[in-house]
């Protein structure tokens, strides 16, 4: 069974600061991997994907991919109240579904 | 641009009555579905996944069941809810080889 870990946090930053979040899997085979920012009650909203080792940027978000590591994570720069939510890692699961990480809350302080 | 539509947003319902939550995608044709849900407080759990009509993985048994009965529908059914199936239920849905997957509003369900 495949797992995705997260820091749960909550992981608290100021506003304007860059806030990291990290996510490791199990699975060496894992080809795609997503993160989703999730609002309290709301459903999930995907907000990055990628494919390749390296970097990712789209506007203040860039996700990392170190396959060699089994690591990808999320930096959110000029973090503002607004980004504060639950950021959930996924990884697909042999492009049949996805494998979710319990994710981890970021609390942005004005 | 794909829509995916999920009823009703809230639900209450005793103990041991039935369940149907219905979710439909617009927009995209044979479409991988999905159901997850989401304990509160907790991560996101697939419950059931198909990539095609009449296609049903079940990924955690219980007493929940699937149906693809069209290309975009899929139907979570229960015939008698326990307490442990509250939670908030989860339709997604994904392009055909399992890249990104996209969530409807979901279901808050509360099992009294």
């Known amino acids: 069974q495949k797992e995705v870990e997260q820091n749960s946090g909550p992981l608290s930053v100021p506003e304007g600061a860059i806030a990291s979040l990290n996510c490791t899997y199990s699975d060496r085979g894992s080809q795609s991997f997503f993160w989703y920012r999730q609002y309290s009650g709301k459903s999930p909203e995907l907000i990055m994907s990628i494919y390749s080792n390296g970097d990712k940027e789209d506007g203040r978000f860039t996700a990392q991919l170190n396959k060699a590591s089994q690591y990808v994570s999320l930096l959110i720069r000029d973090s503002q109240p607004s980004d504060s939510a639950t950021y959930l890692c996924a990884v697909d699961n042999y492009g049949q579904n996805f494998v979710f990480g319990p994710g981890t809350r970021l609390s942005v302080l004005p | 641009s794909q829509t995916i539509h999920q009823w009703p947003a809230t639900l209450v319902q005793p103990v041991g009555s039935p369940l149907s939550l219905e979710c439909t995608v617009e927009?995209?044709?044979?479409?991988?579905l999905y159901w997850y849900r989401q304990a509160a407080g907790r991560g996101l759990q697939l419950l059931f996944y198909s990539v095609g009509i009449g296609q049903i993985s079940s990924e955690v048994p219980q007493n929940l069941s699937a149906s693809r009965p069209q290309d975009r529908q899929f139907i979570l059914s229960s015939k008698k809810l326990l307490l442990s199936d509250s939670g908030f239920y989860l339709c997604?849905?994904?392009?055909?080889?399992?890249?990104?997957?996209?969530f409807g509003q979901g279901t808050r369900l509360t099992v009294v």
């Open positions: 927009g995209t044709s044979n479409p991988n």
């Open positions: 997604a849905w994904g392009k055909e080889g399992g890249t990104e997957a996209f």
